[in-house]
């Protein structure tokens, strides 16, 4: 059975200070800049078609952009999985206000 990633805070928390860290590194900017180019591509030849095209050649030109695109995201989509509330084990804010409940709380230190 293969190991589970990320499976500890401190696995998470890690992971999340490479992404960020692998954001702004050059070679990942640049490695941006050749994917993003490489999606224009792809539009344009699903926008305006290839000659001799089959479904086929449309199909993989699609997937090919949509791994692209899933690519280019997958450090930032980490960074928000690992920590949003969720996996912090937070409760999301929902309402700006405190209640009576979380003051007390708040005030009591707690």
């Known amino acids: 059975m293969k190991k589970q990633l ?4 401190k696995e998470r928390d890690e992971a999340v200070l490479y992404f960020r860290a692998l954001q702004q590194d050059p070679g990942w900017r640049l490695l ?3 994917v993003s180019a490489k999606i224009d591509d792809l539009k344009q030849e699903l926008e305006e078609g290839v000659e001799n095209e089959t479904p086929s050649d449309i199909q993989n030109r699609r997937n090919l952009l949509k791994a692209h ?3 280019m995201e997958f ?5 928000d999985e690992f920590t949003s509330p969720e996996i912090s084990g937070e409760e999301p804010i929902v309402d700006p206000y405190d209640t009576k ?3 007390i709380k708040k005030r009591s230190g707690t």
């Not at 990320?6 to 805070?9: A, K, P, S």
């Not at 450090?75 to 960074?79: E, K, L």
């Open 32 to 34: 941006m800049d050749v």
């Open 101 to 103: 409940e979380s003051l």
């Open 6 to 9: 990320f499976e500890t805070d």
């Open 75 to 79: 450090p930032q989509n980490r960074i």
């Open 69 to 71: 695109r899933w690519f």
